[in-house]
Nanobody, 120 residues
Framework: QVQLVESGGGLVQPGGSLRLSCAAT????????MGWYRQAPGKERELVAD???????NYVESVKGRFTISRDNAKNTVYLQMNSLKPEDTAVYYC??????????????WGQGTQVTVSS
């Protein structure tokens, strides 16, 4: 059984910082892409950032220069460092991973979501 366990959400003032973590646990052969999505009330879920096993990164335009995604392959963990936070960043953040549980068994998994609230 594979699970994505998220942590690090909370309440922060505009201009502040938060660091999200997501650890993939279970019987995992390898992880291809890990990323973070977010969903604000009344809006569709959007990709915030993702990172490949080789370290290539991708960000939605609105967070470029403020957020940094990274991963520790040995720990099957992805991080999202969020700086200069804005009220518009308020959302539930979801971890996502494409991973292999076997040589021919590739699946996509979601974390349970962690709330990030940016407010003064």
């Amino acid at each position: 059984q594979v699970q994505l366990v998220e942590s690090g959400g909370g309440l922060v003032q505009p201009g502040g910082s938060l660091r999200l973590s997501c650890a993939a646990t279970g019987r995992i052969l390898s992880i291809n892409v890990m990323g973070w999505y977010r969903q604000a009330p009344g809006k569709e879920r959007e990709l915030v950032a993702d990172i490949t096993s080789g370290g290539s990164t991708n960000y939605v335009e609105s967070v470029k220069g403020r957020f940094t995604i990274s991963r520790d392959n040995a720990k099957n963990t992805v991080y999202l460092q969020m700086n200069s936070l804005k009220p518009e960043d308020t959302a539930v953040y979801y971890c996502n991973a494409d991973l292999y549980t076997g040589w021919f068994s590739k699946d996509n998994y979601w974390g349970q979501g962690t709330q990030v609230t940016v407010s003064s």
